[in-house]
């Protein structure tokens, strides 16, 4: 029987998500990879304990998570969630809808009513949940009108399958349009997530960061570490027991002489502050006002312990700052 850390509350810092009531930790369990049925079982369980340990009540999935986009994460978690029942109103649990999930038209690409609602309905049996915290809208459909993904959304509130909703991977201009639908509606839209890491700074360009803040939309944002290379594991070229080395991730090209001599000068500037690369990399993001929460992948416990230290050394000086951003040129 698991019996959680008493001691789990003192450390992580918990951040507003945008001006809604909700808190989320500052740093997130993402199950995208290693949660599915290829994974081992006795892992997964050590990594959302270990998580839930730290302070880390927030567990991100998608209806389309796990090997082969069968659902496996969501099955796994729900599982794990079994042995923990007792802990579920301390938890935020989100999901997913938007990526191919069945066969046929109704299960494919898209945000139409009938994809969302039969999508939840889905993922509440495999988590074996009344409901989820956050349901996501995961990518912008350009072939179903925001009314209708939006009344979606709202009706899984609604009808109490949802405490929140979010959207993930829209613009700032598609996520101004939606905004203005739920605000009609009265919906609880709280958060986008996009992908945003120190390598990755499209959410500054695109000004959807400072529309959040302007709006009070919190983001939640994955691939922090720009999958895996702002760690120590690629400081000398690509493992082959790595997702590059197996070809796994489409951007293994990039990891070129350029990109090594950069990320080495980046831990040197990490292991000044006492940090990892890791570490310094989601404290960075965390620099980002709208940013209320950085969603982790691990394969093993001794990541989230490694990544979730990020939160003793969350700030920069302005000279820190300025050989960053000589860096990232």
């Not at 951040?15 to 006795?42: E, T």
């Not at 969630?81 to 649990?93: C, S, V």
């Not at 992908?195 to 959410?203: A, C, D, E, F, P």
């Not at 570490?279 to 982790?296: D, F, G, P, S, Y």
């Amino acid at each position: 029987m698991y019996n959680a850390n008493d001691k789990r509350y003192e450390k992580m810092p918990y951040r507003r998500c945008g001006r809604s009531g909700l808190k989320l930790p500052a740093v997130s369990l993402g199950l995208w990879q290693n949660f599915g049925s290829k994974g081992v079982y006795a892992n997964m369980e050590a990594m959302v304990h270990t998580a839930f340990d730290l302070g880390i009540t927030h567990f991100d999935l998608a209806n389309n998570y796990g090997s082969p986009y069968n659902g496996s994460a969501e099955e796994n978690f729900g599982r794990i969630l079994r042995d923990m029942r007792q802990y579920r109103d301390e938890m935020i649990i989100s999901t997913k809808a938007g990526y191919e999930m069945w066969q046929g038209p109704y299960g494919d690409r898209n945000g139409s009513r009938k994809y969302l609602t039969a999508s939840l309905d889905q993922s509440l049996k495999r988590l074996g949940l009344e409901y989820v915290d956050i349901y996501y809208h995961h990518i912008f459909d350009p072939n179903t009108p925001l009314e209708e993904t939006a009344l979606a959304l709202d009706n899984a509130v609604k009808q109490g399958k949802a405490l929140y909703v979010g959207i993930s991977n829209y613009n700032k201009k598609q996520t101004e349009e939606i905004l203005k639908i739920f605000k009609e509606l009265r919906t609880p839209f709280v958060v986008n997530q996009p992908s945003y890491s120190m390598l990755n700074r499209w959410i500054e360009e695109d000004g959807l960061d400072r529309s959040c803040i302007e709006n009070g939309i919190g983001l939640a944002v994955f691939s922090p570490l720009y999958q895996g290379f702002l760690t120590n594991k690629y400081l000398n070229g690509a493992p082959k027991d790595s997702r590059v080395g197996r070809g796994e991730t489409w951007i293994g090209d990039q990891l070129d002489e350029k990109m090594l001599t950069r990320l080495n000068r980046l831990n040197d500037i990490a292991k000044s502050r006492g940090q990892t690369l890791s570490q310094m990399a989601l404290a960075w993001v965390l620099r980002n006002e709208a940013v209320a929460t950085v969603l982790i992948g691990a394969s093993r416990p001794e990541q989230i312990v490694e990544n979730v230290g990020c939160i003793d050394g969350l700030e920069f000086n302005e000279e820190e700052i300025k050989s960053i951003e000589e860096i990232l040129k």
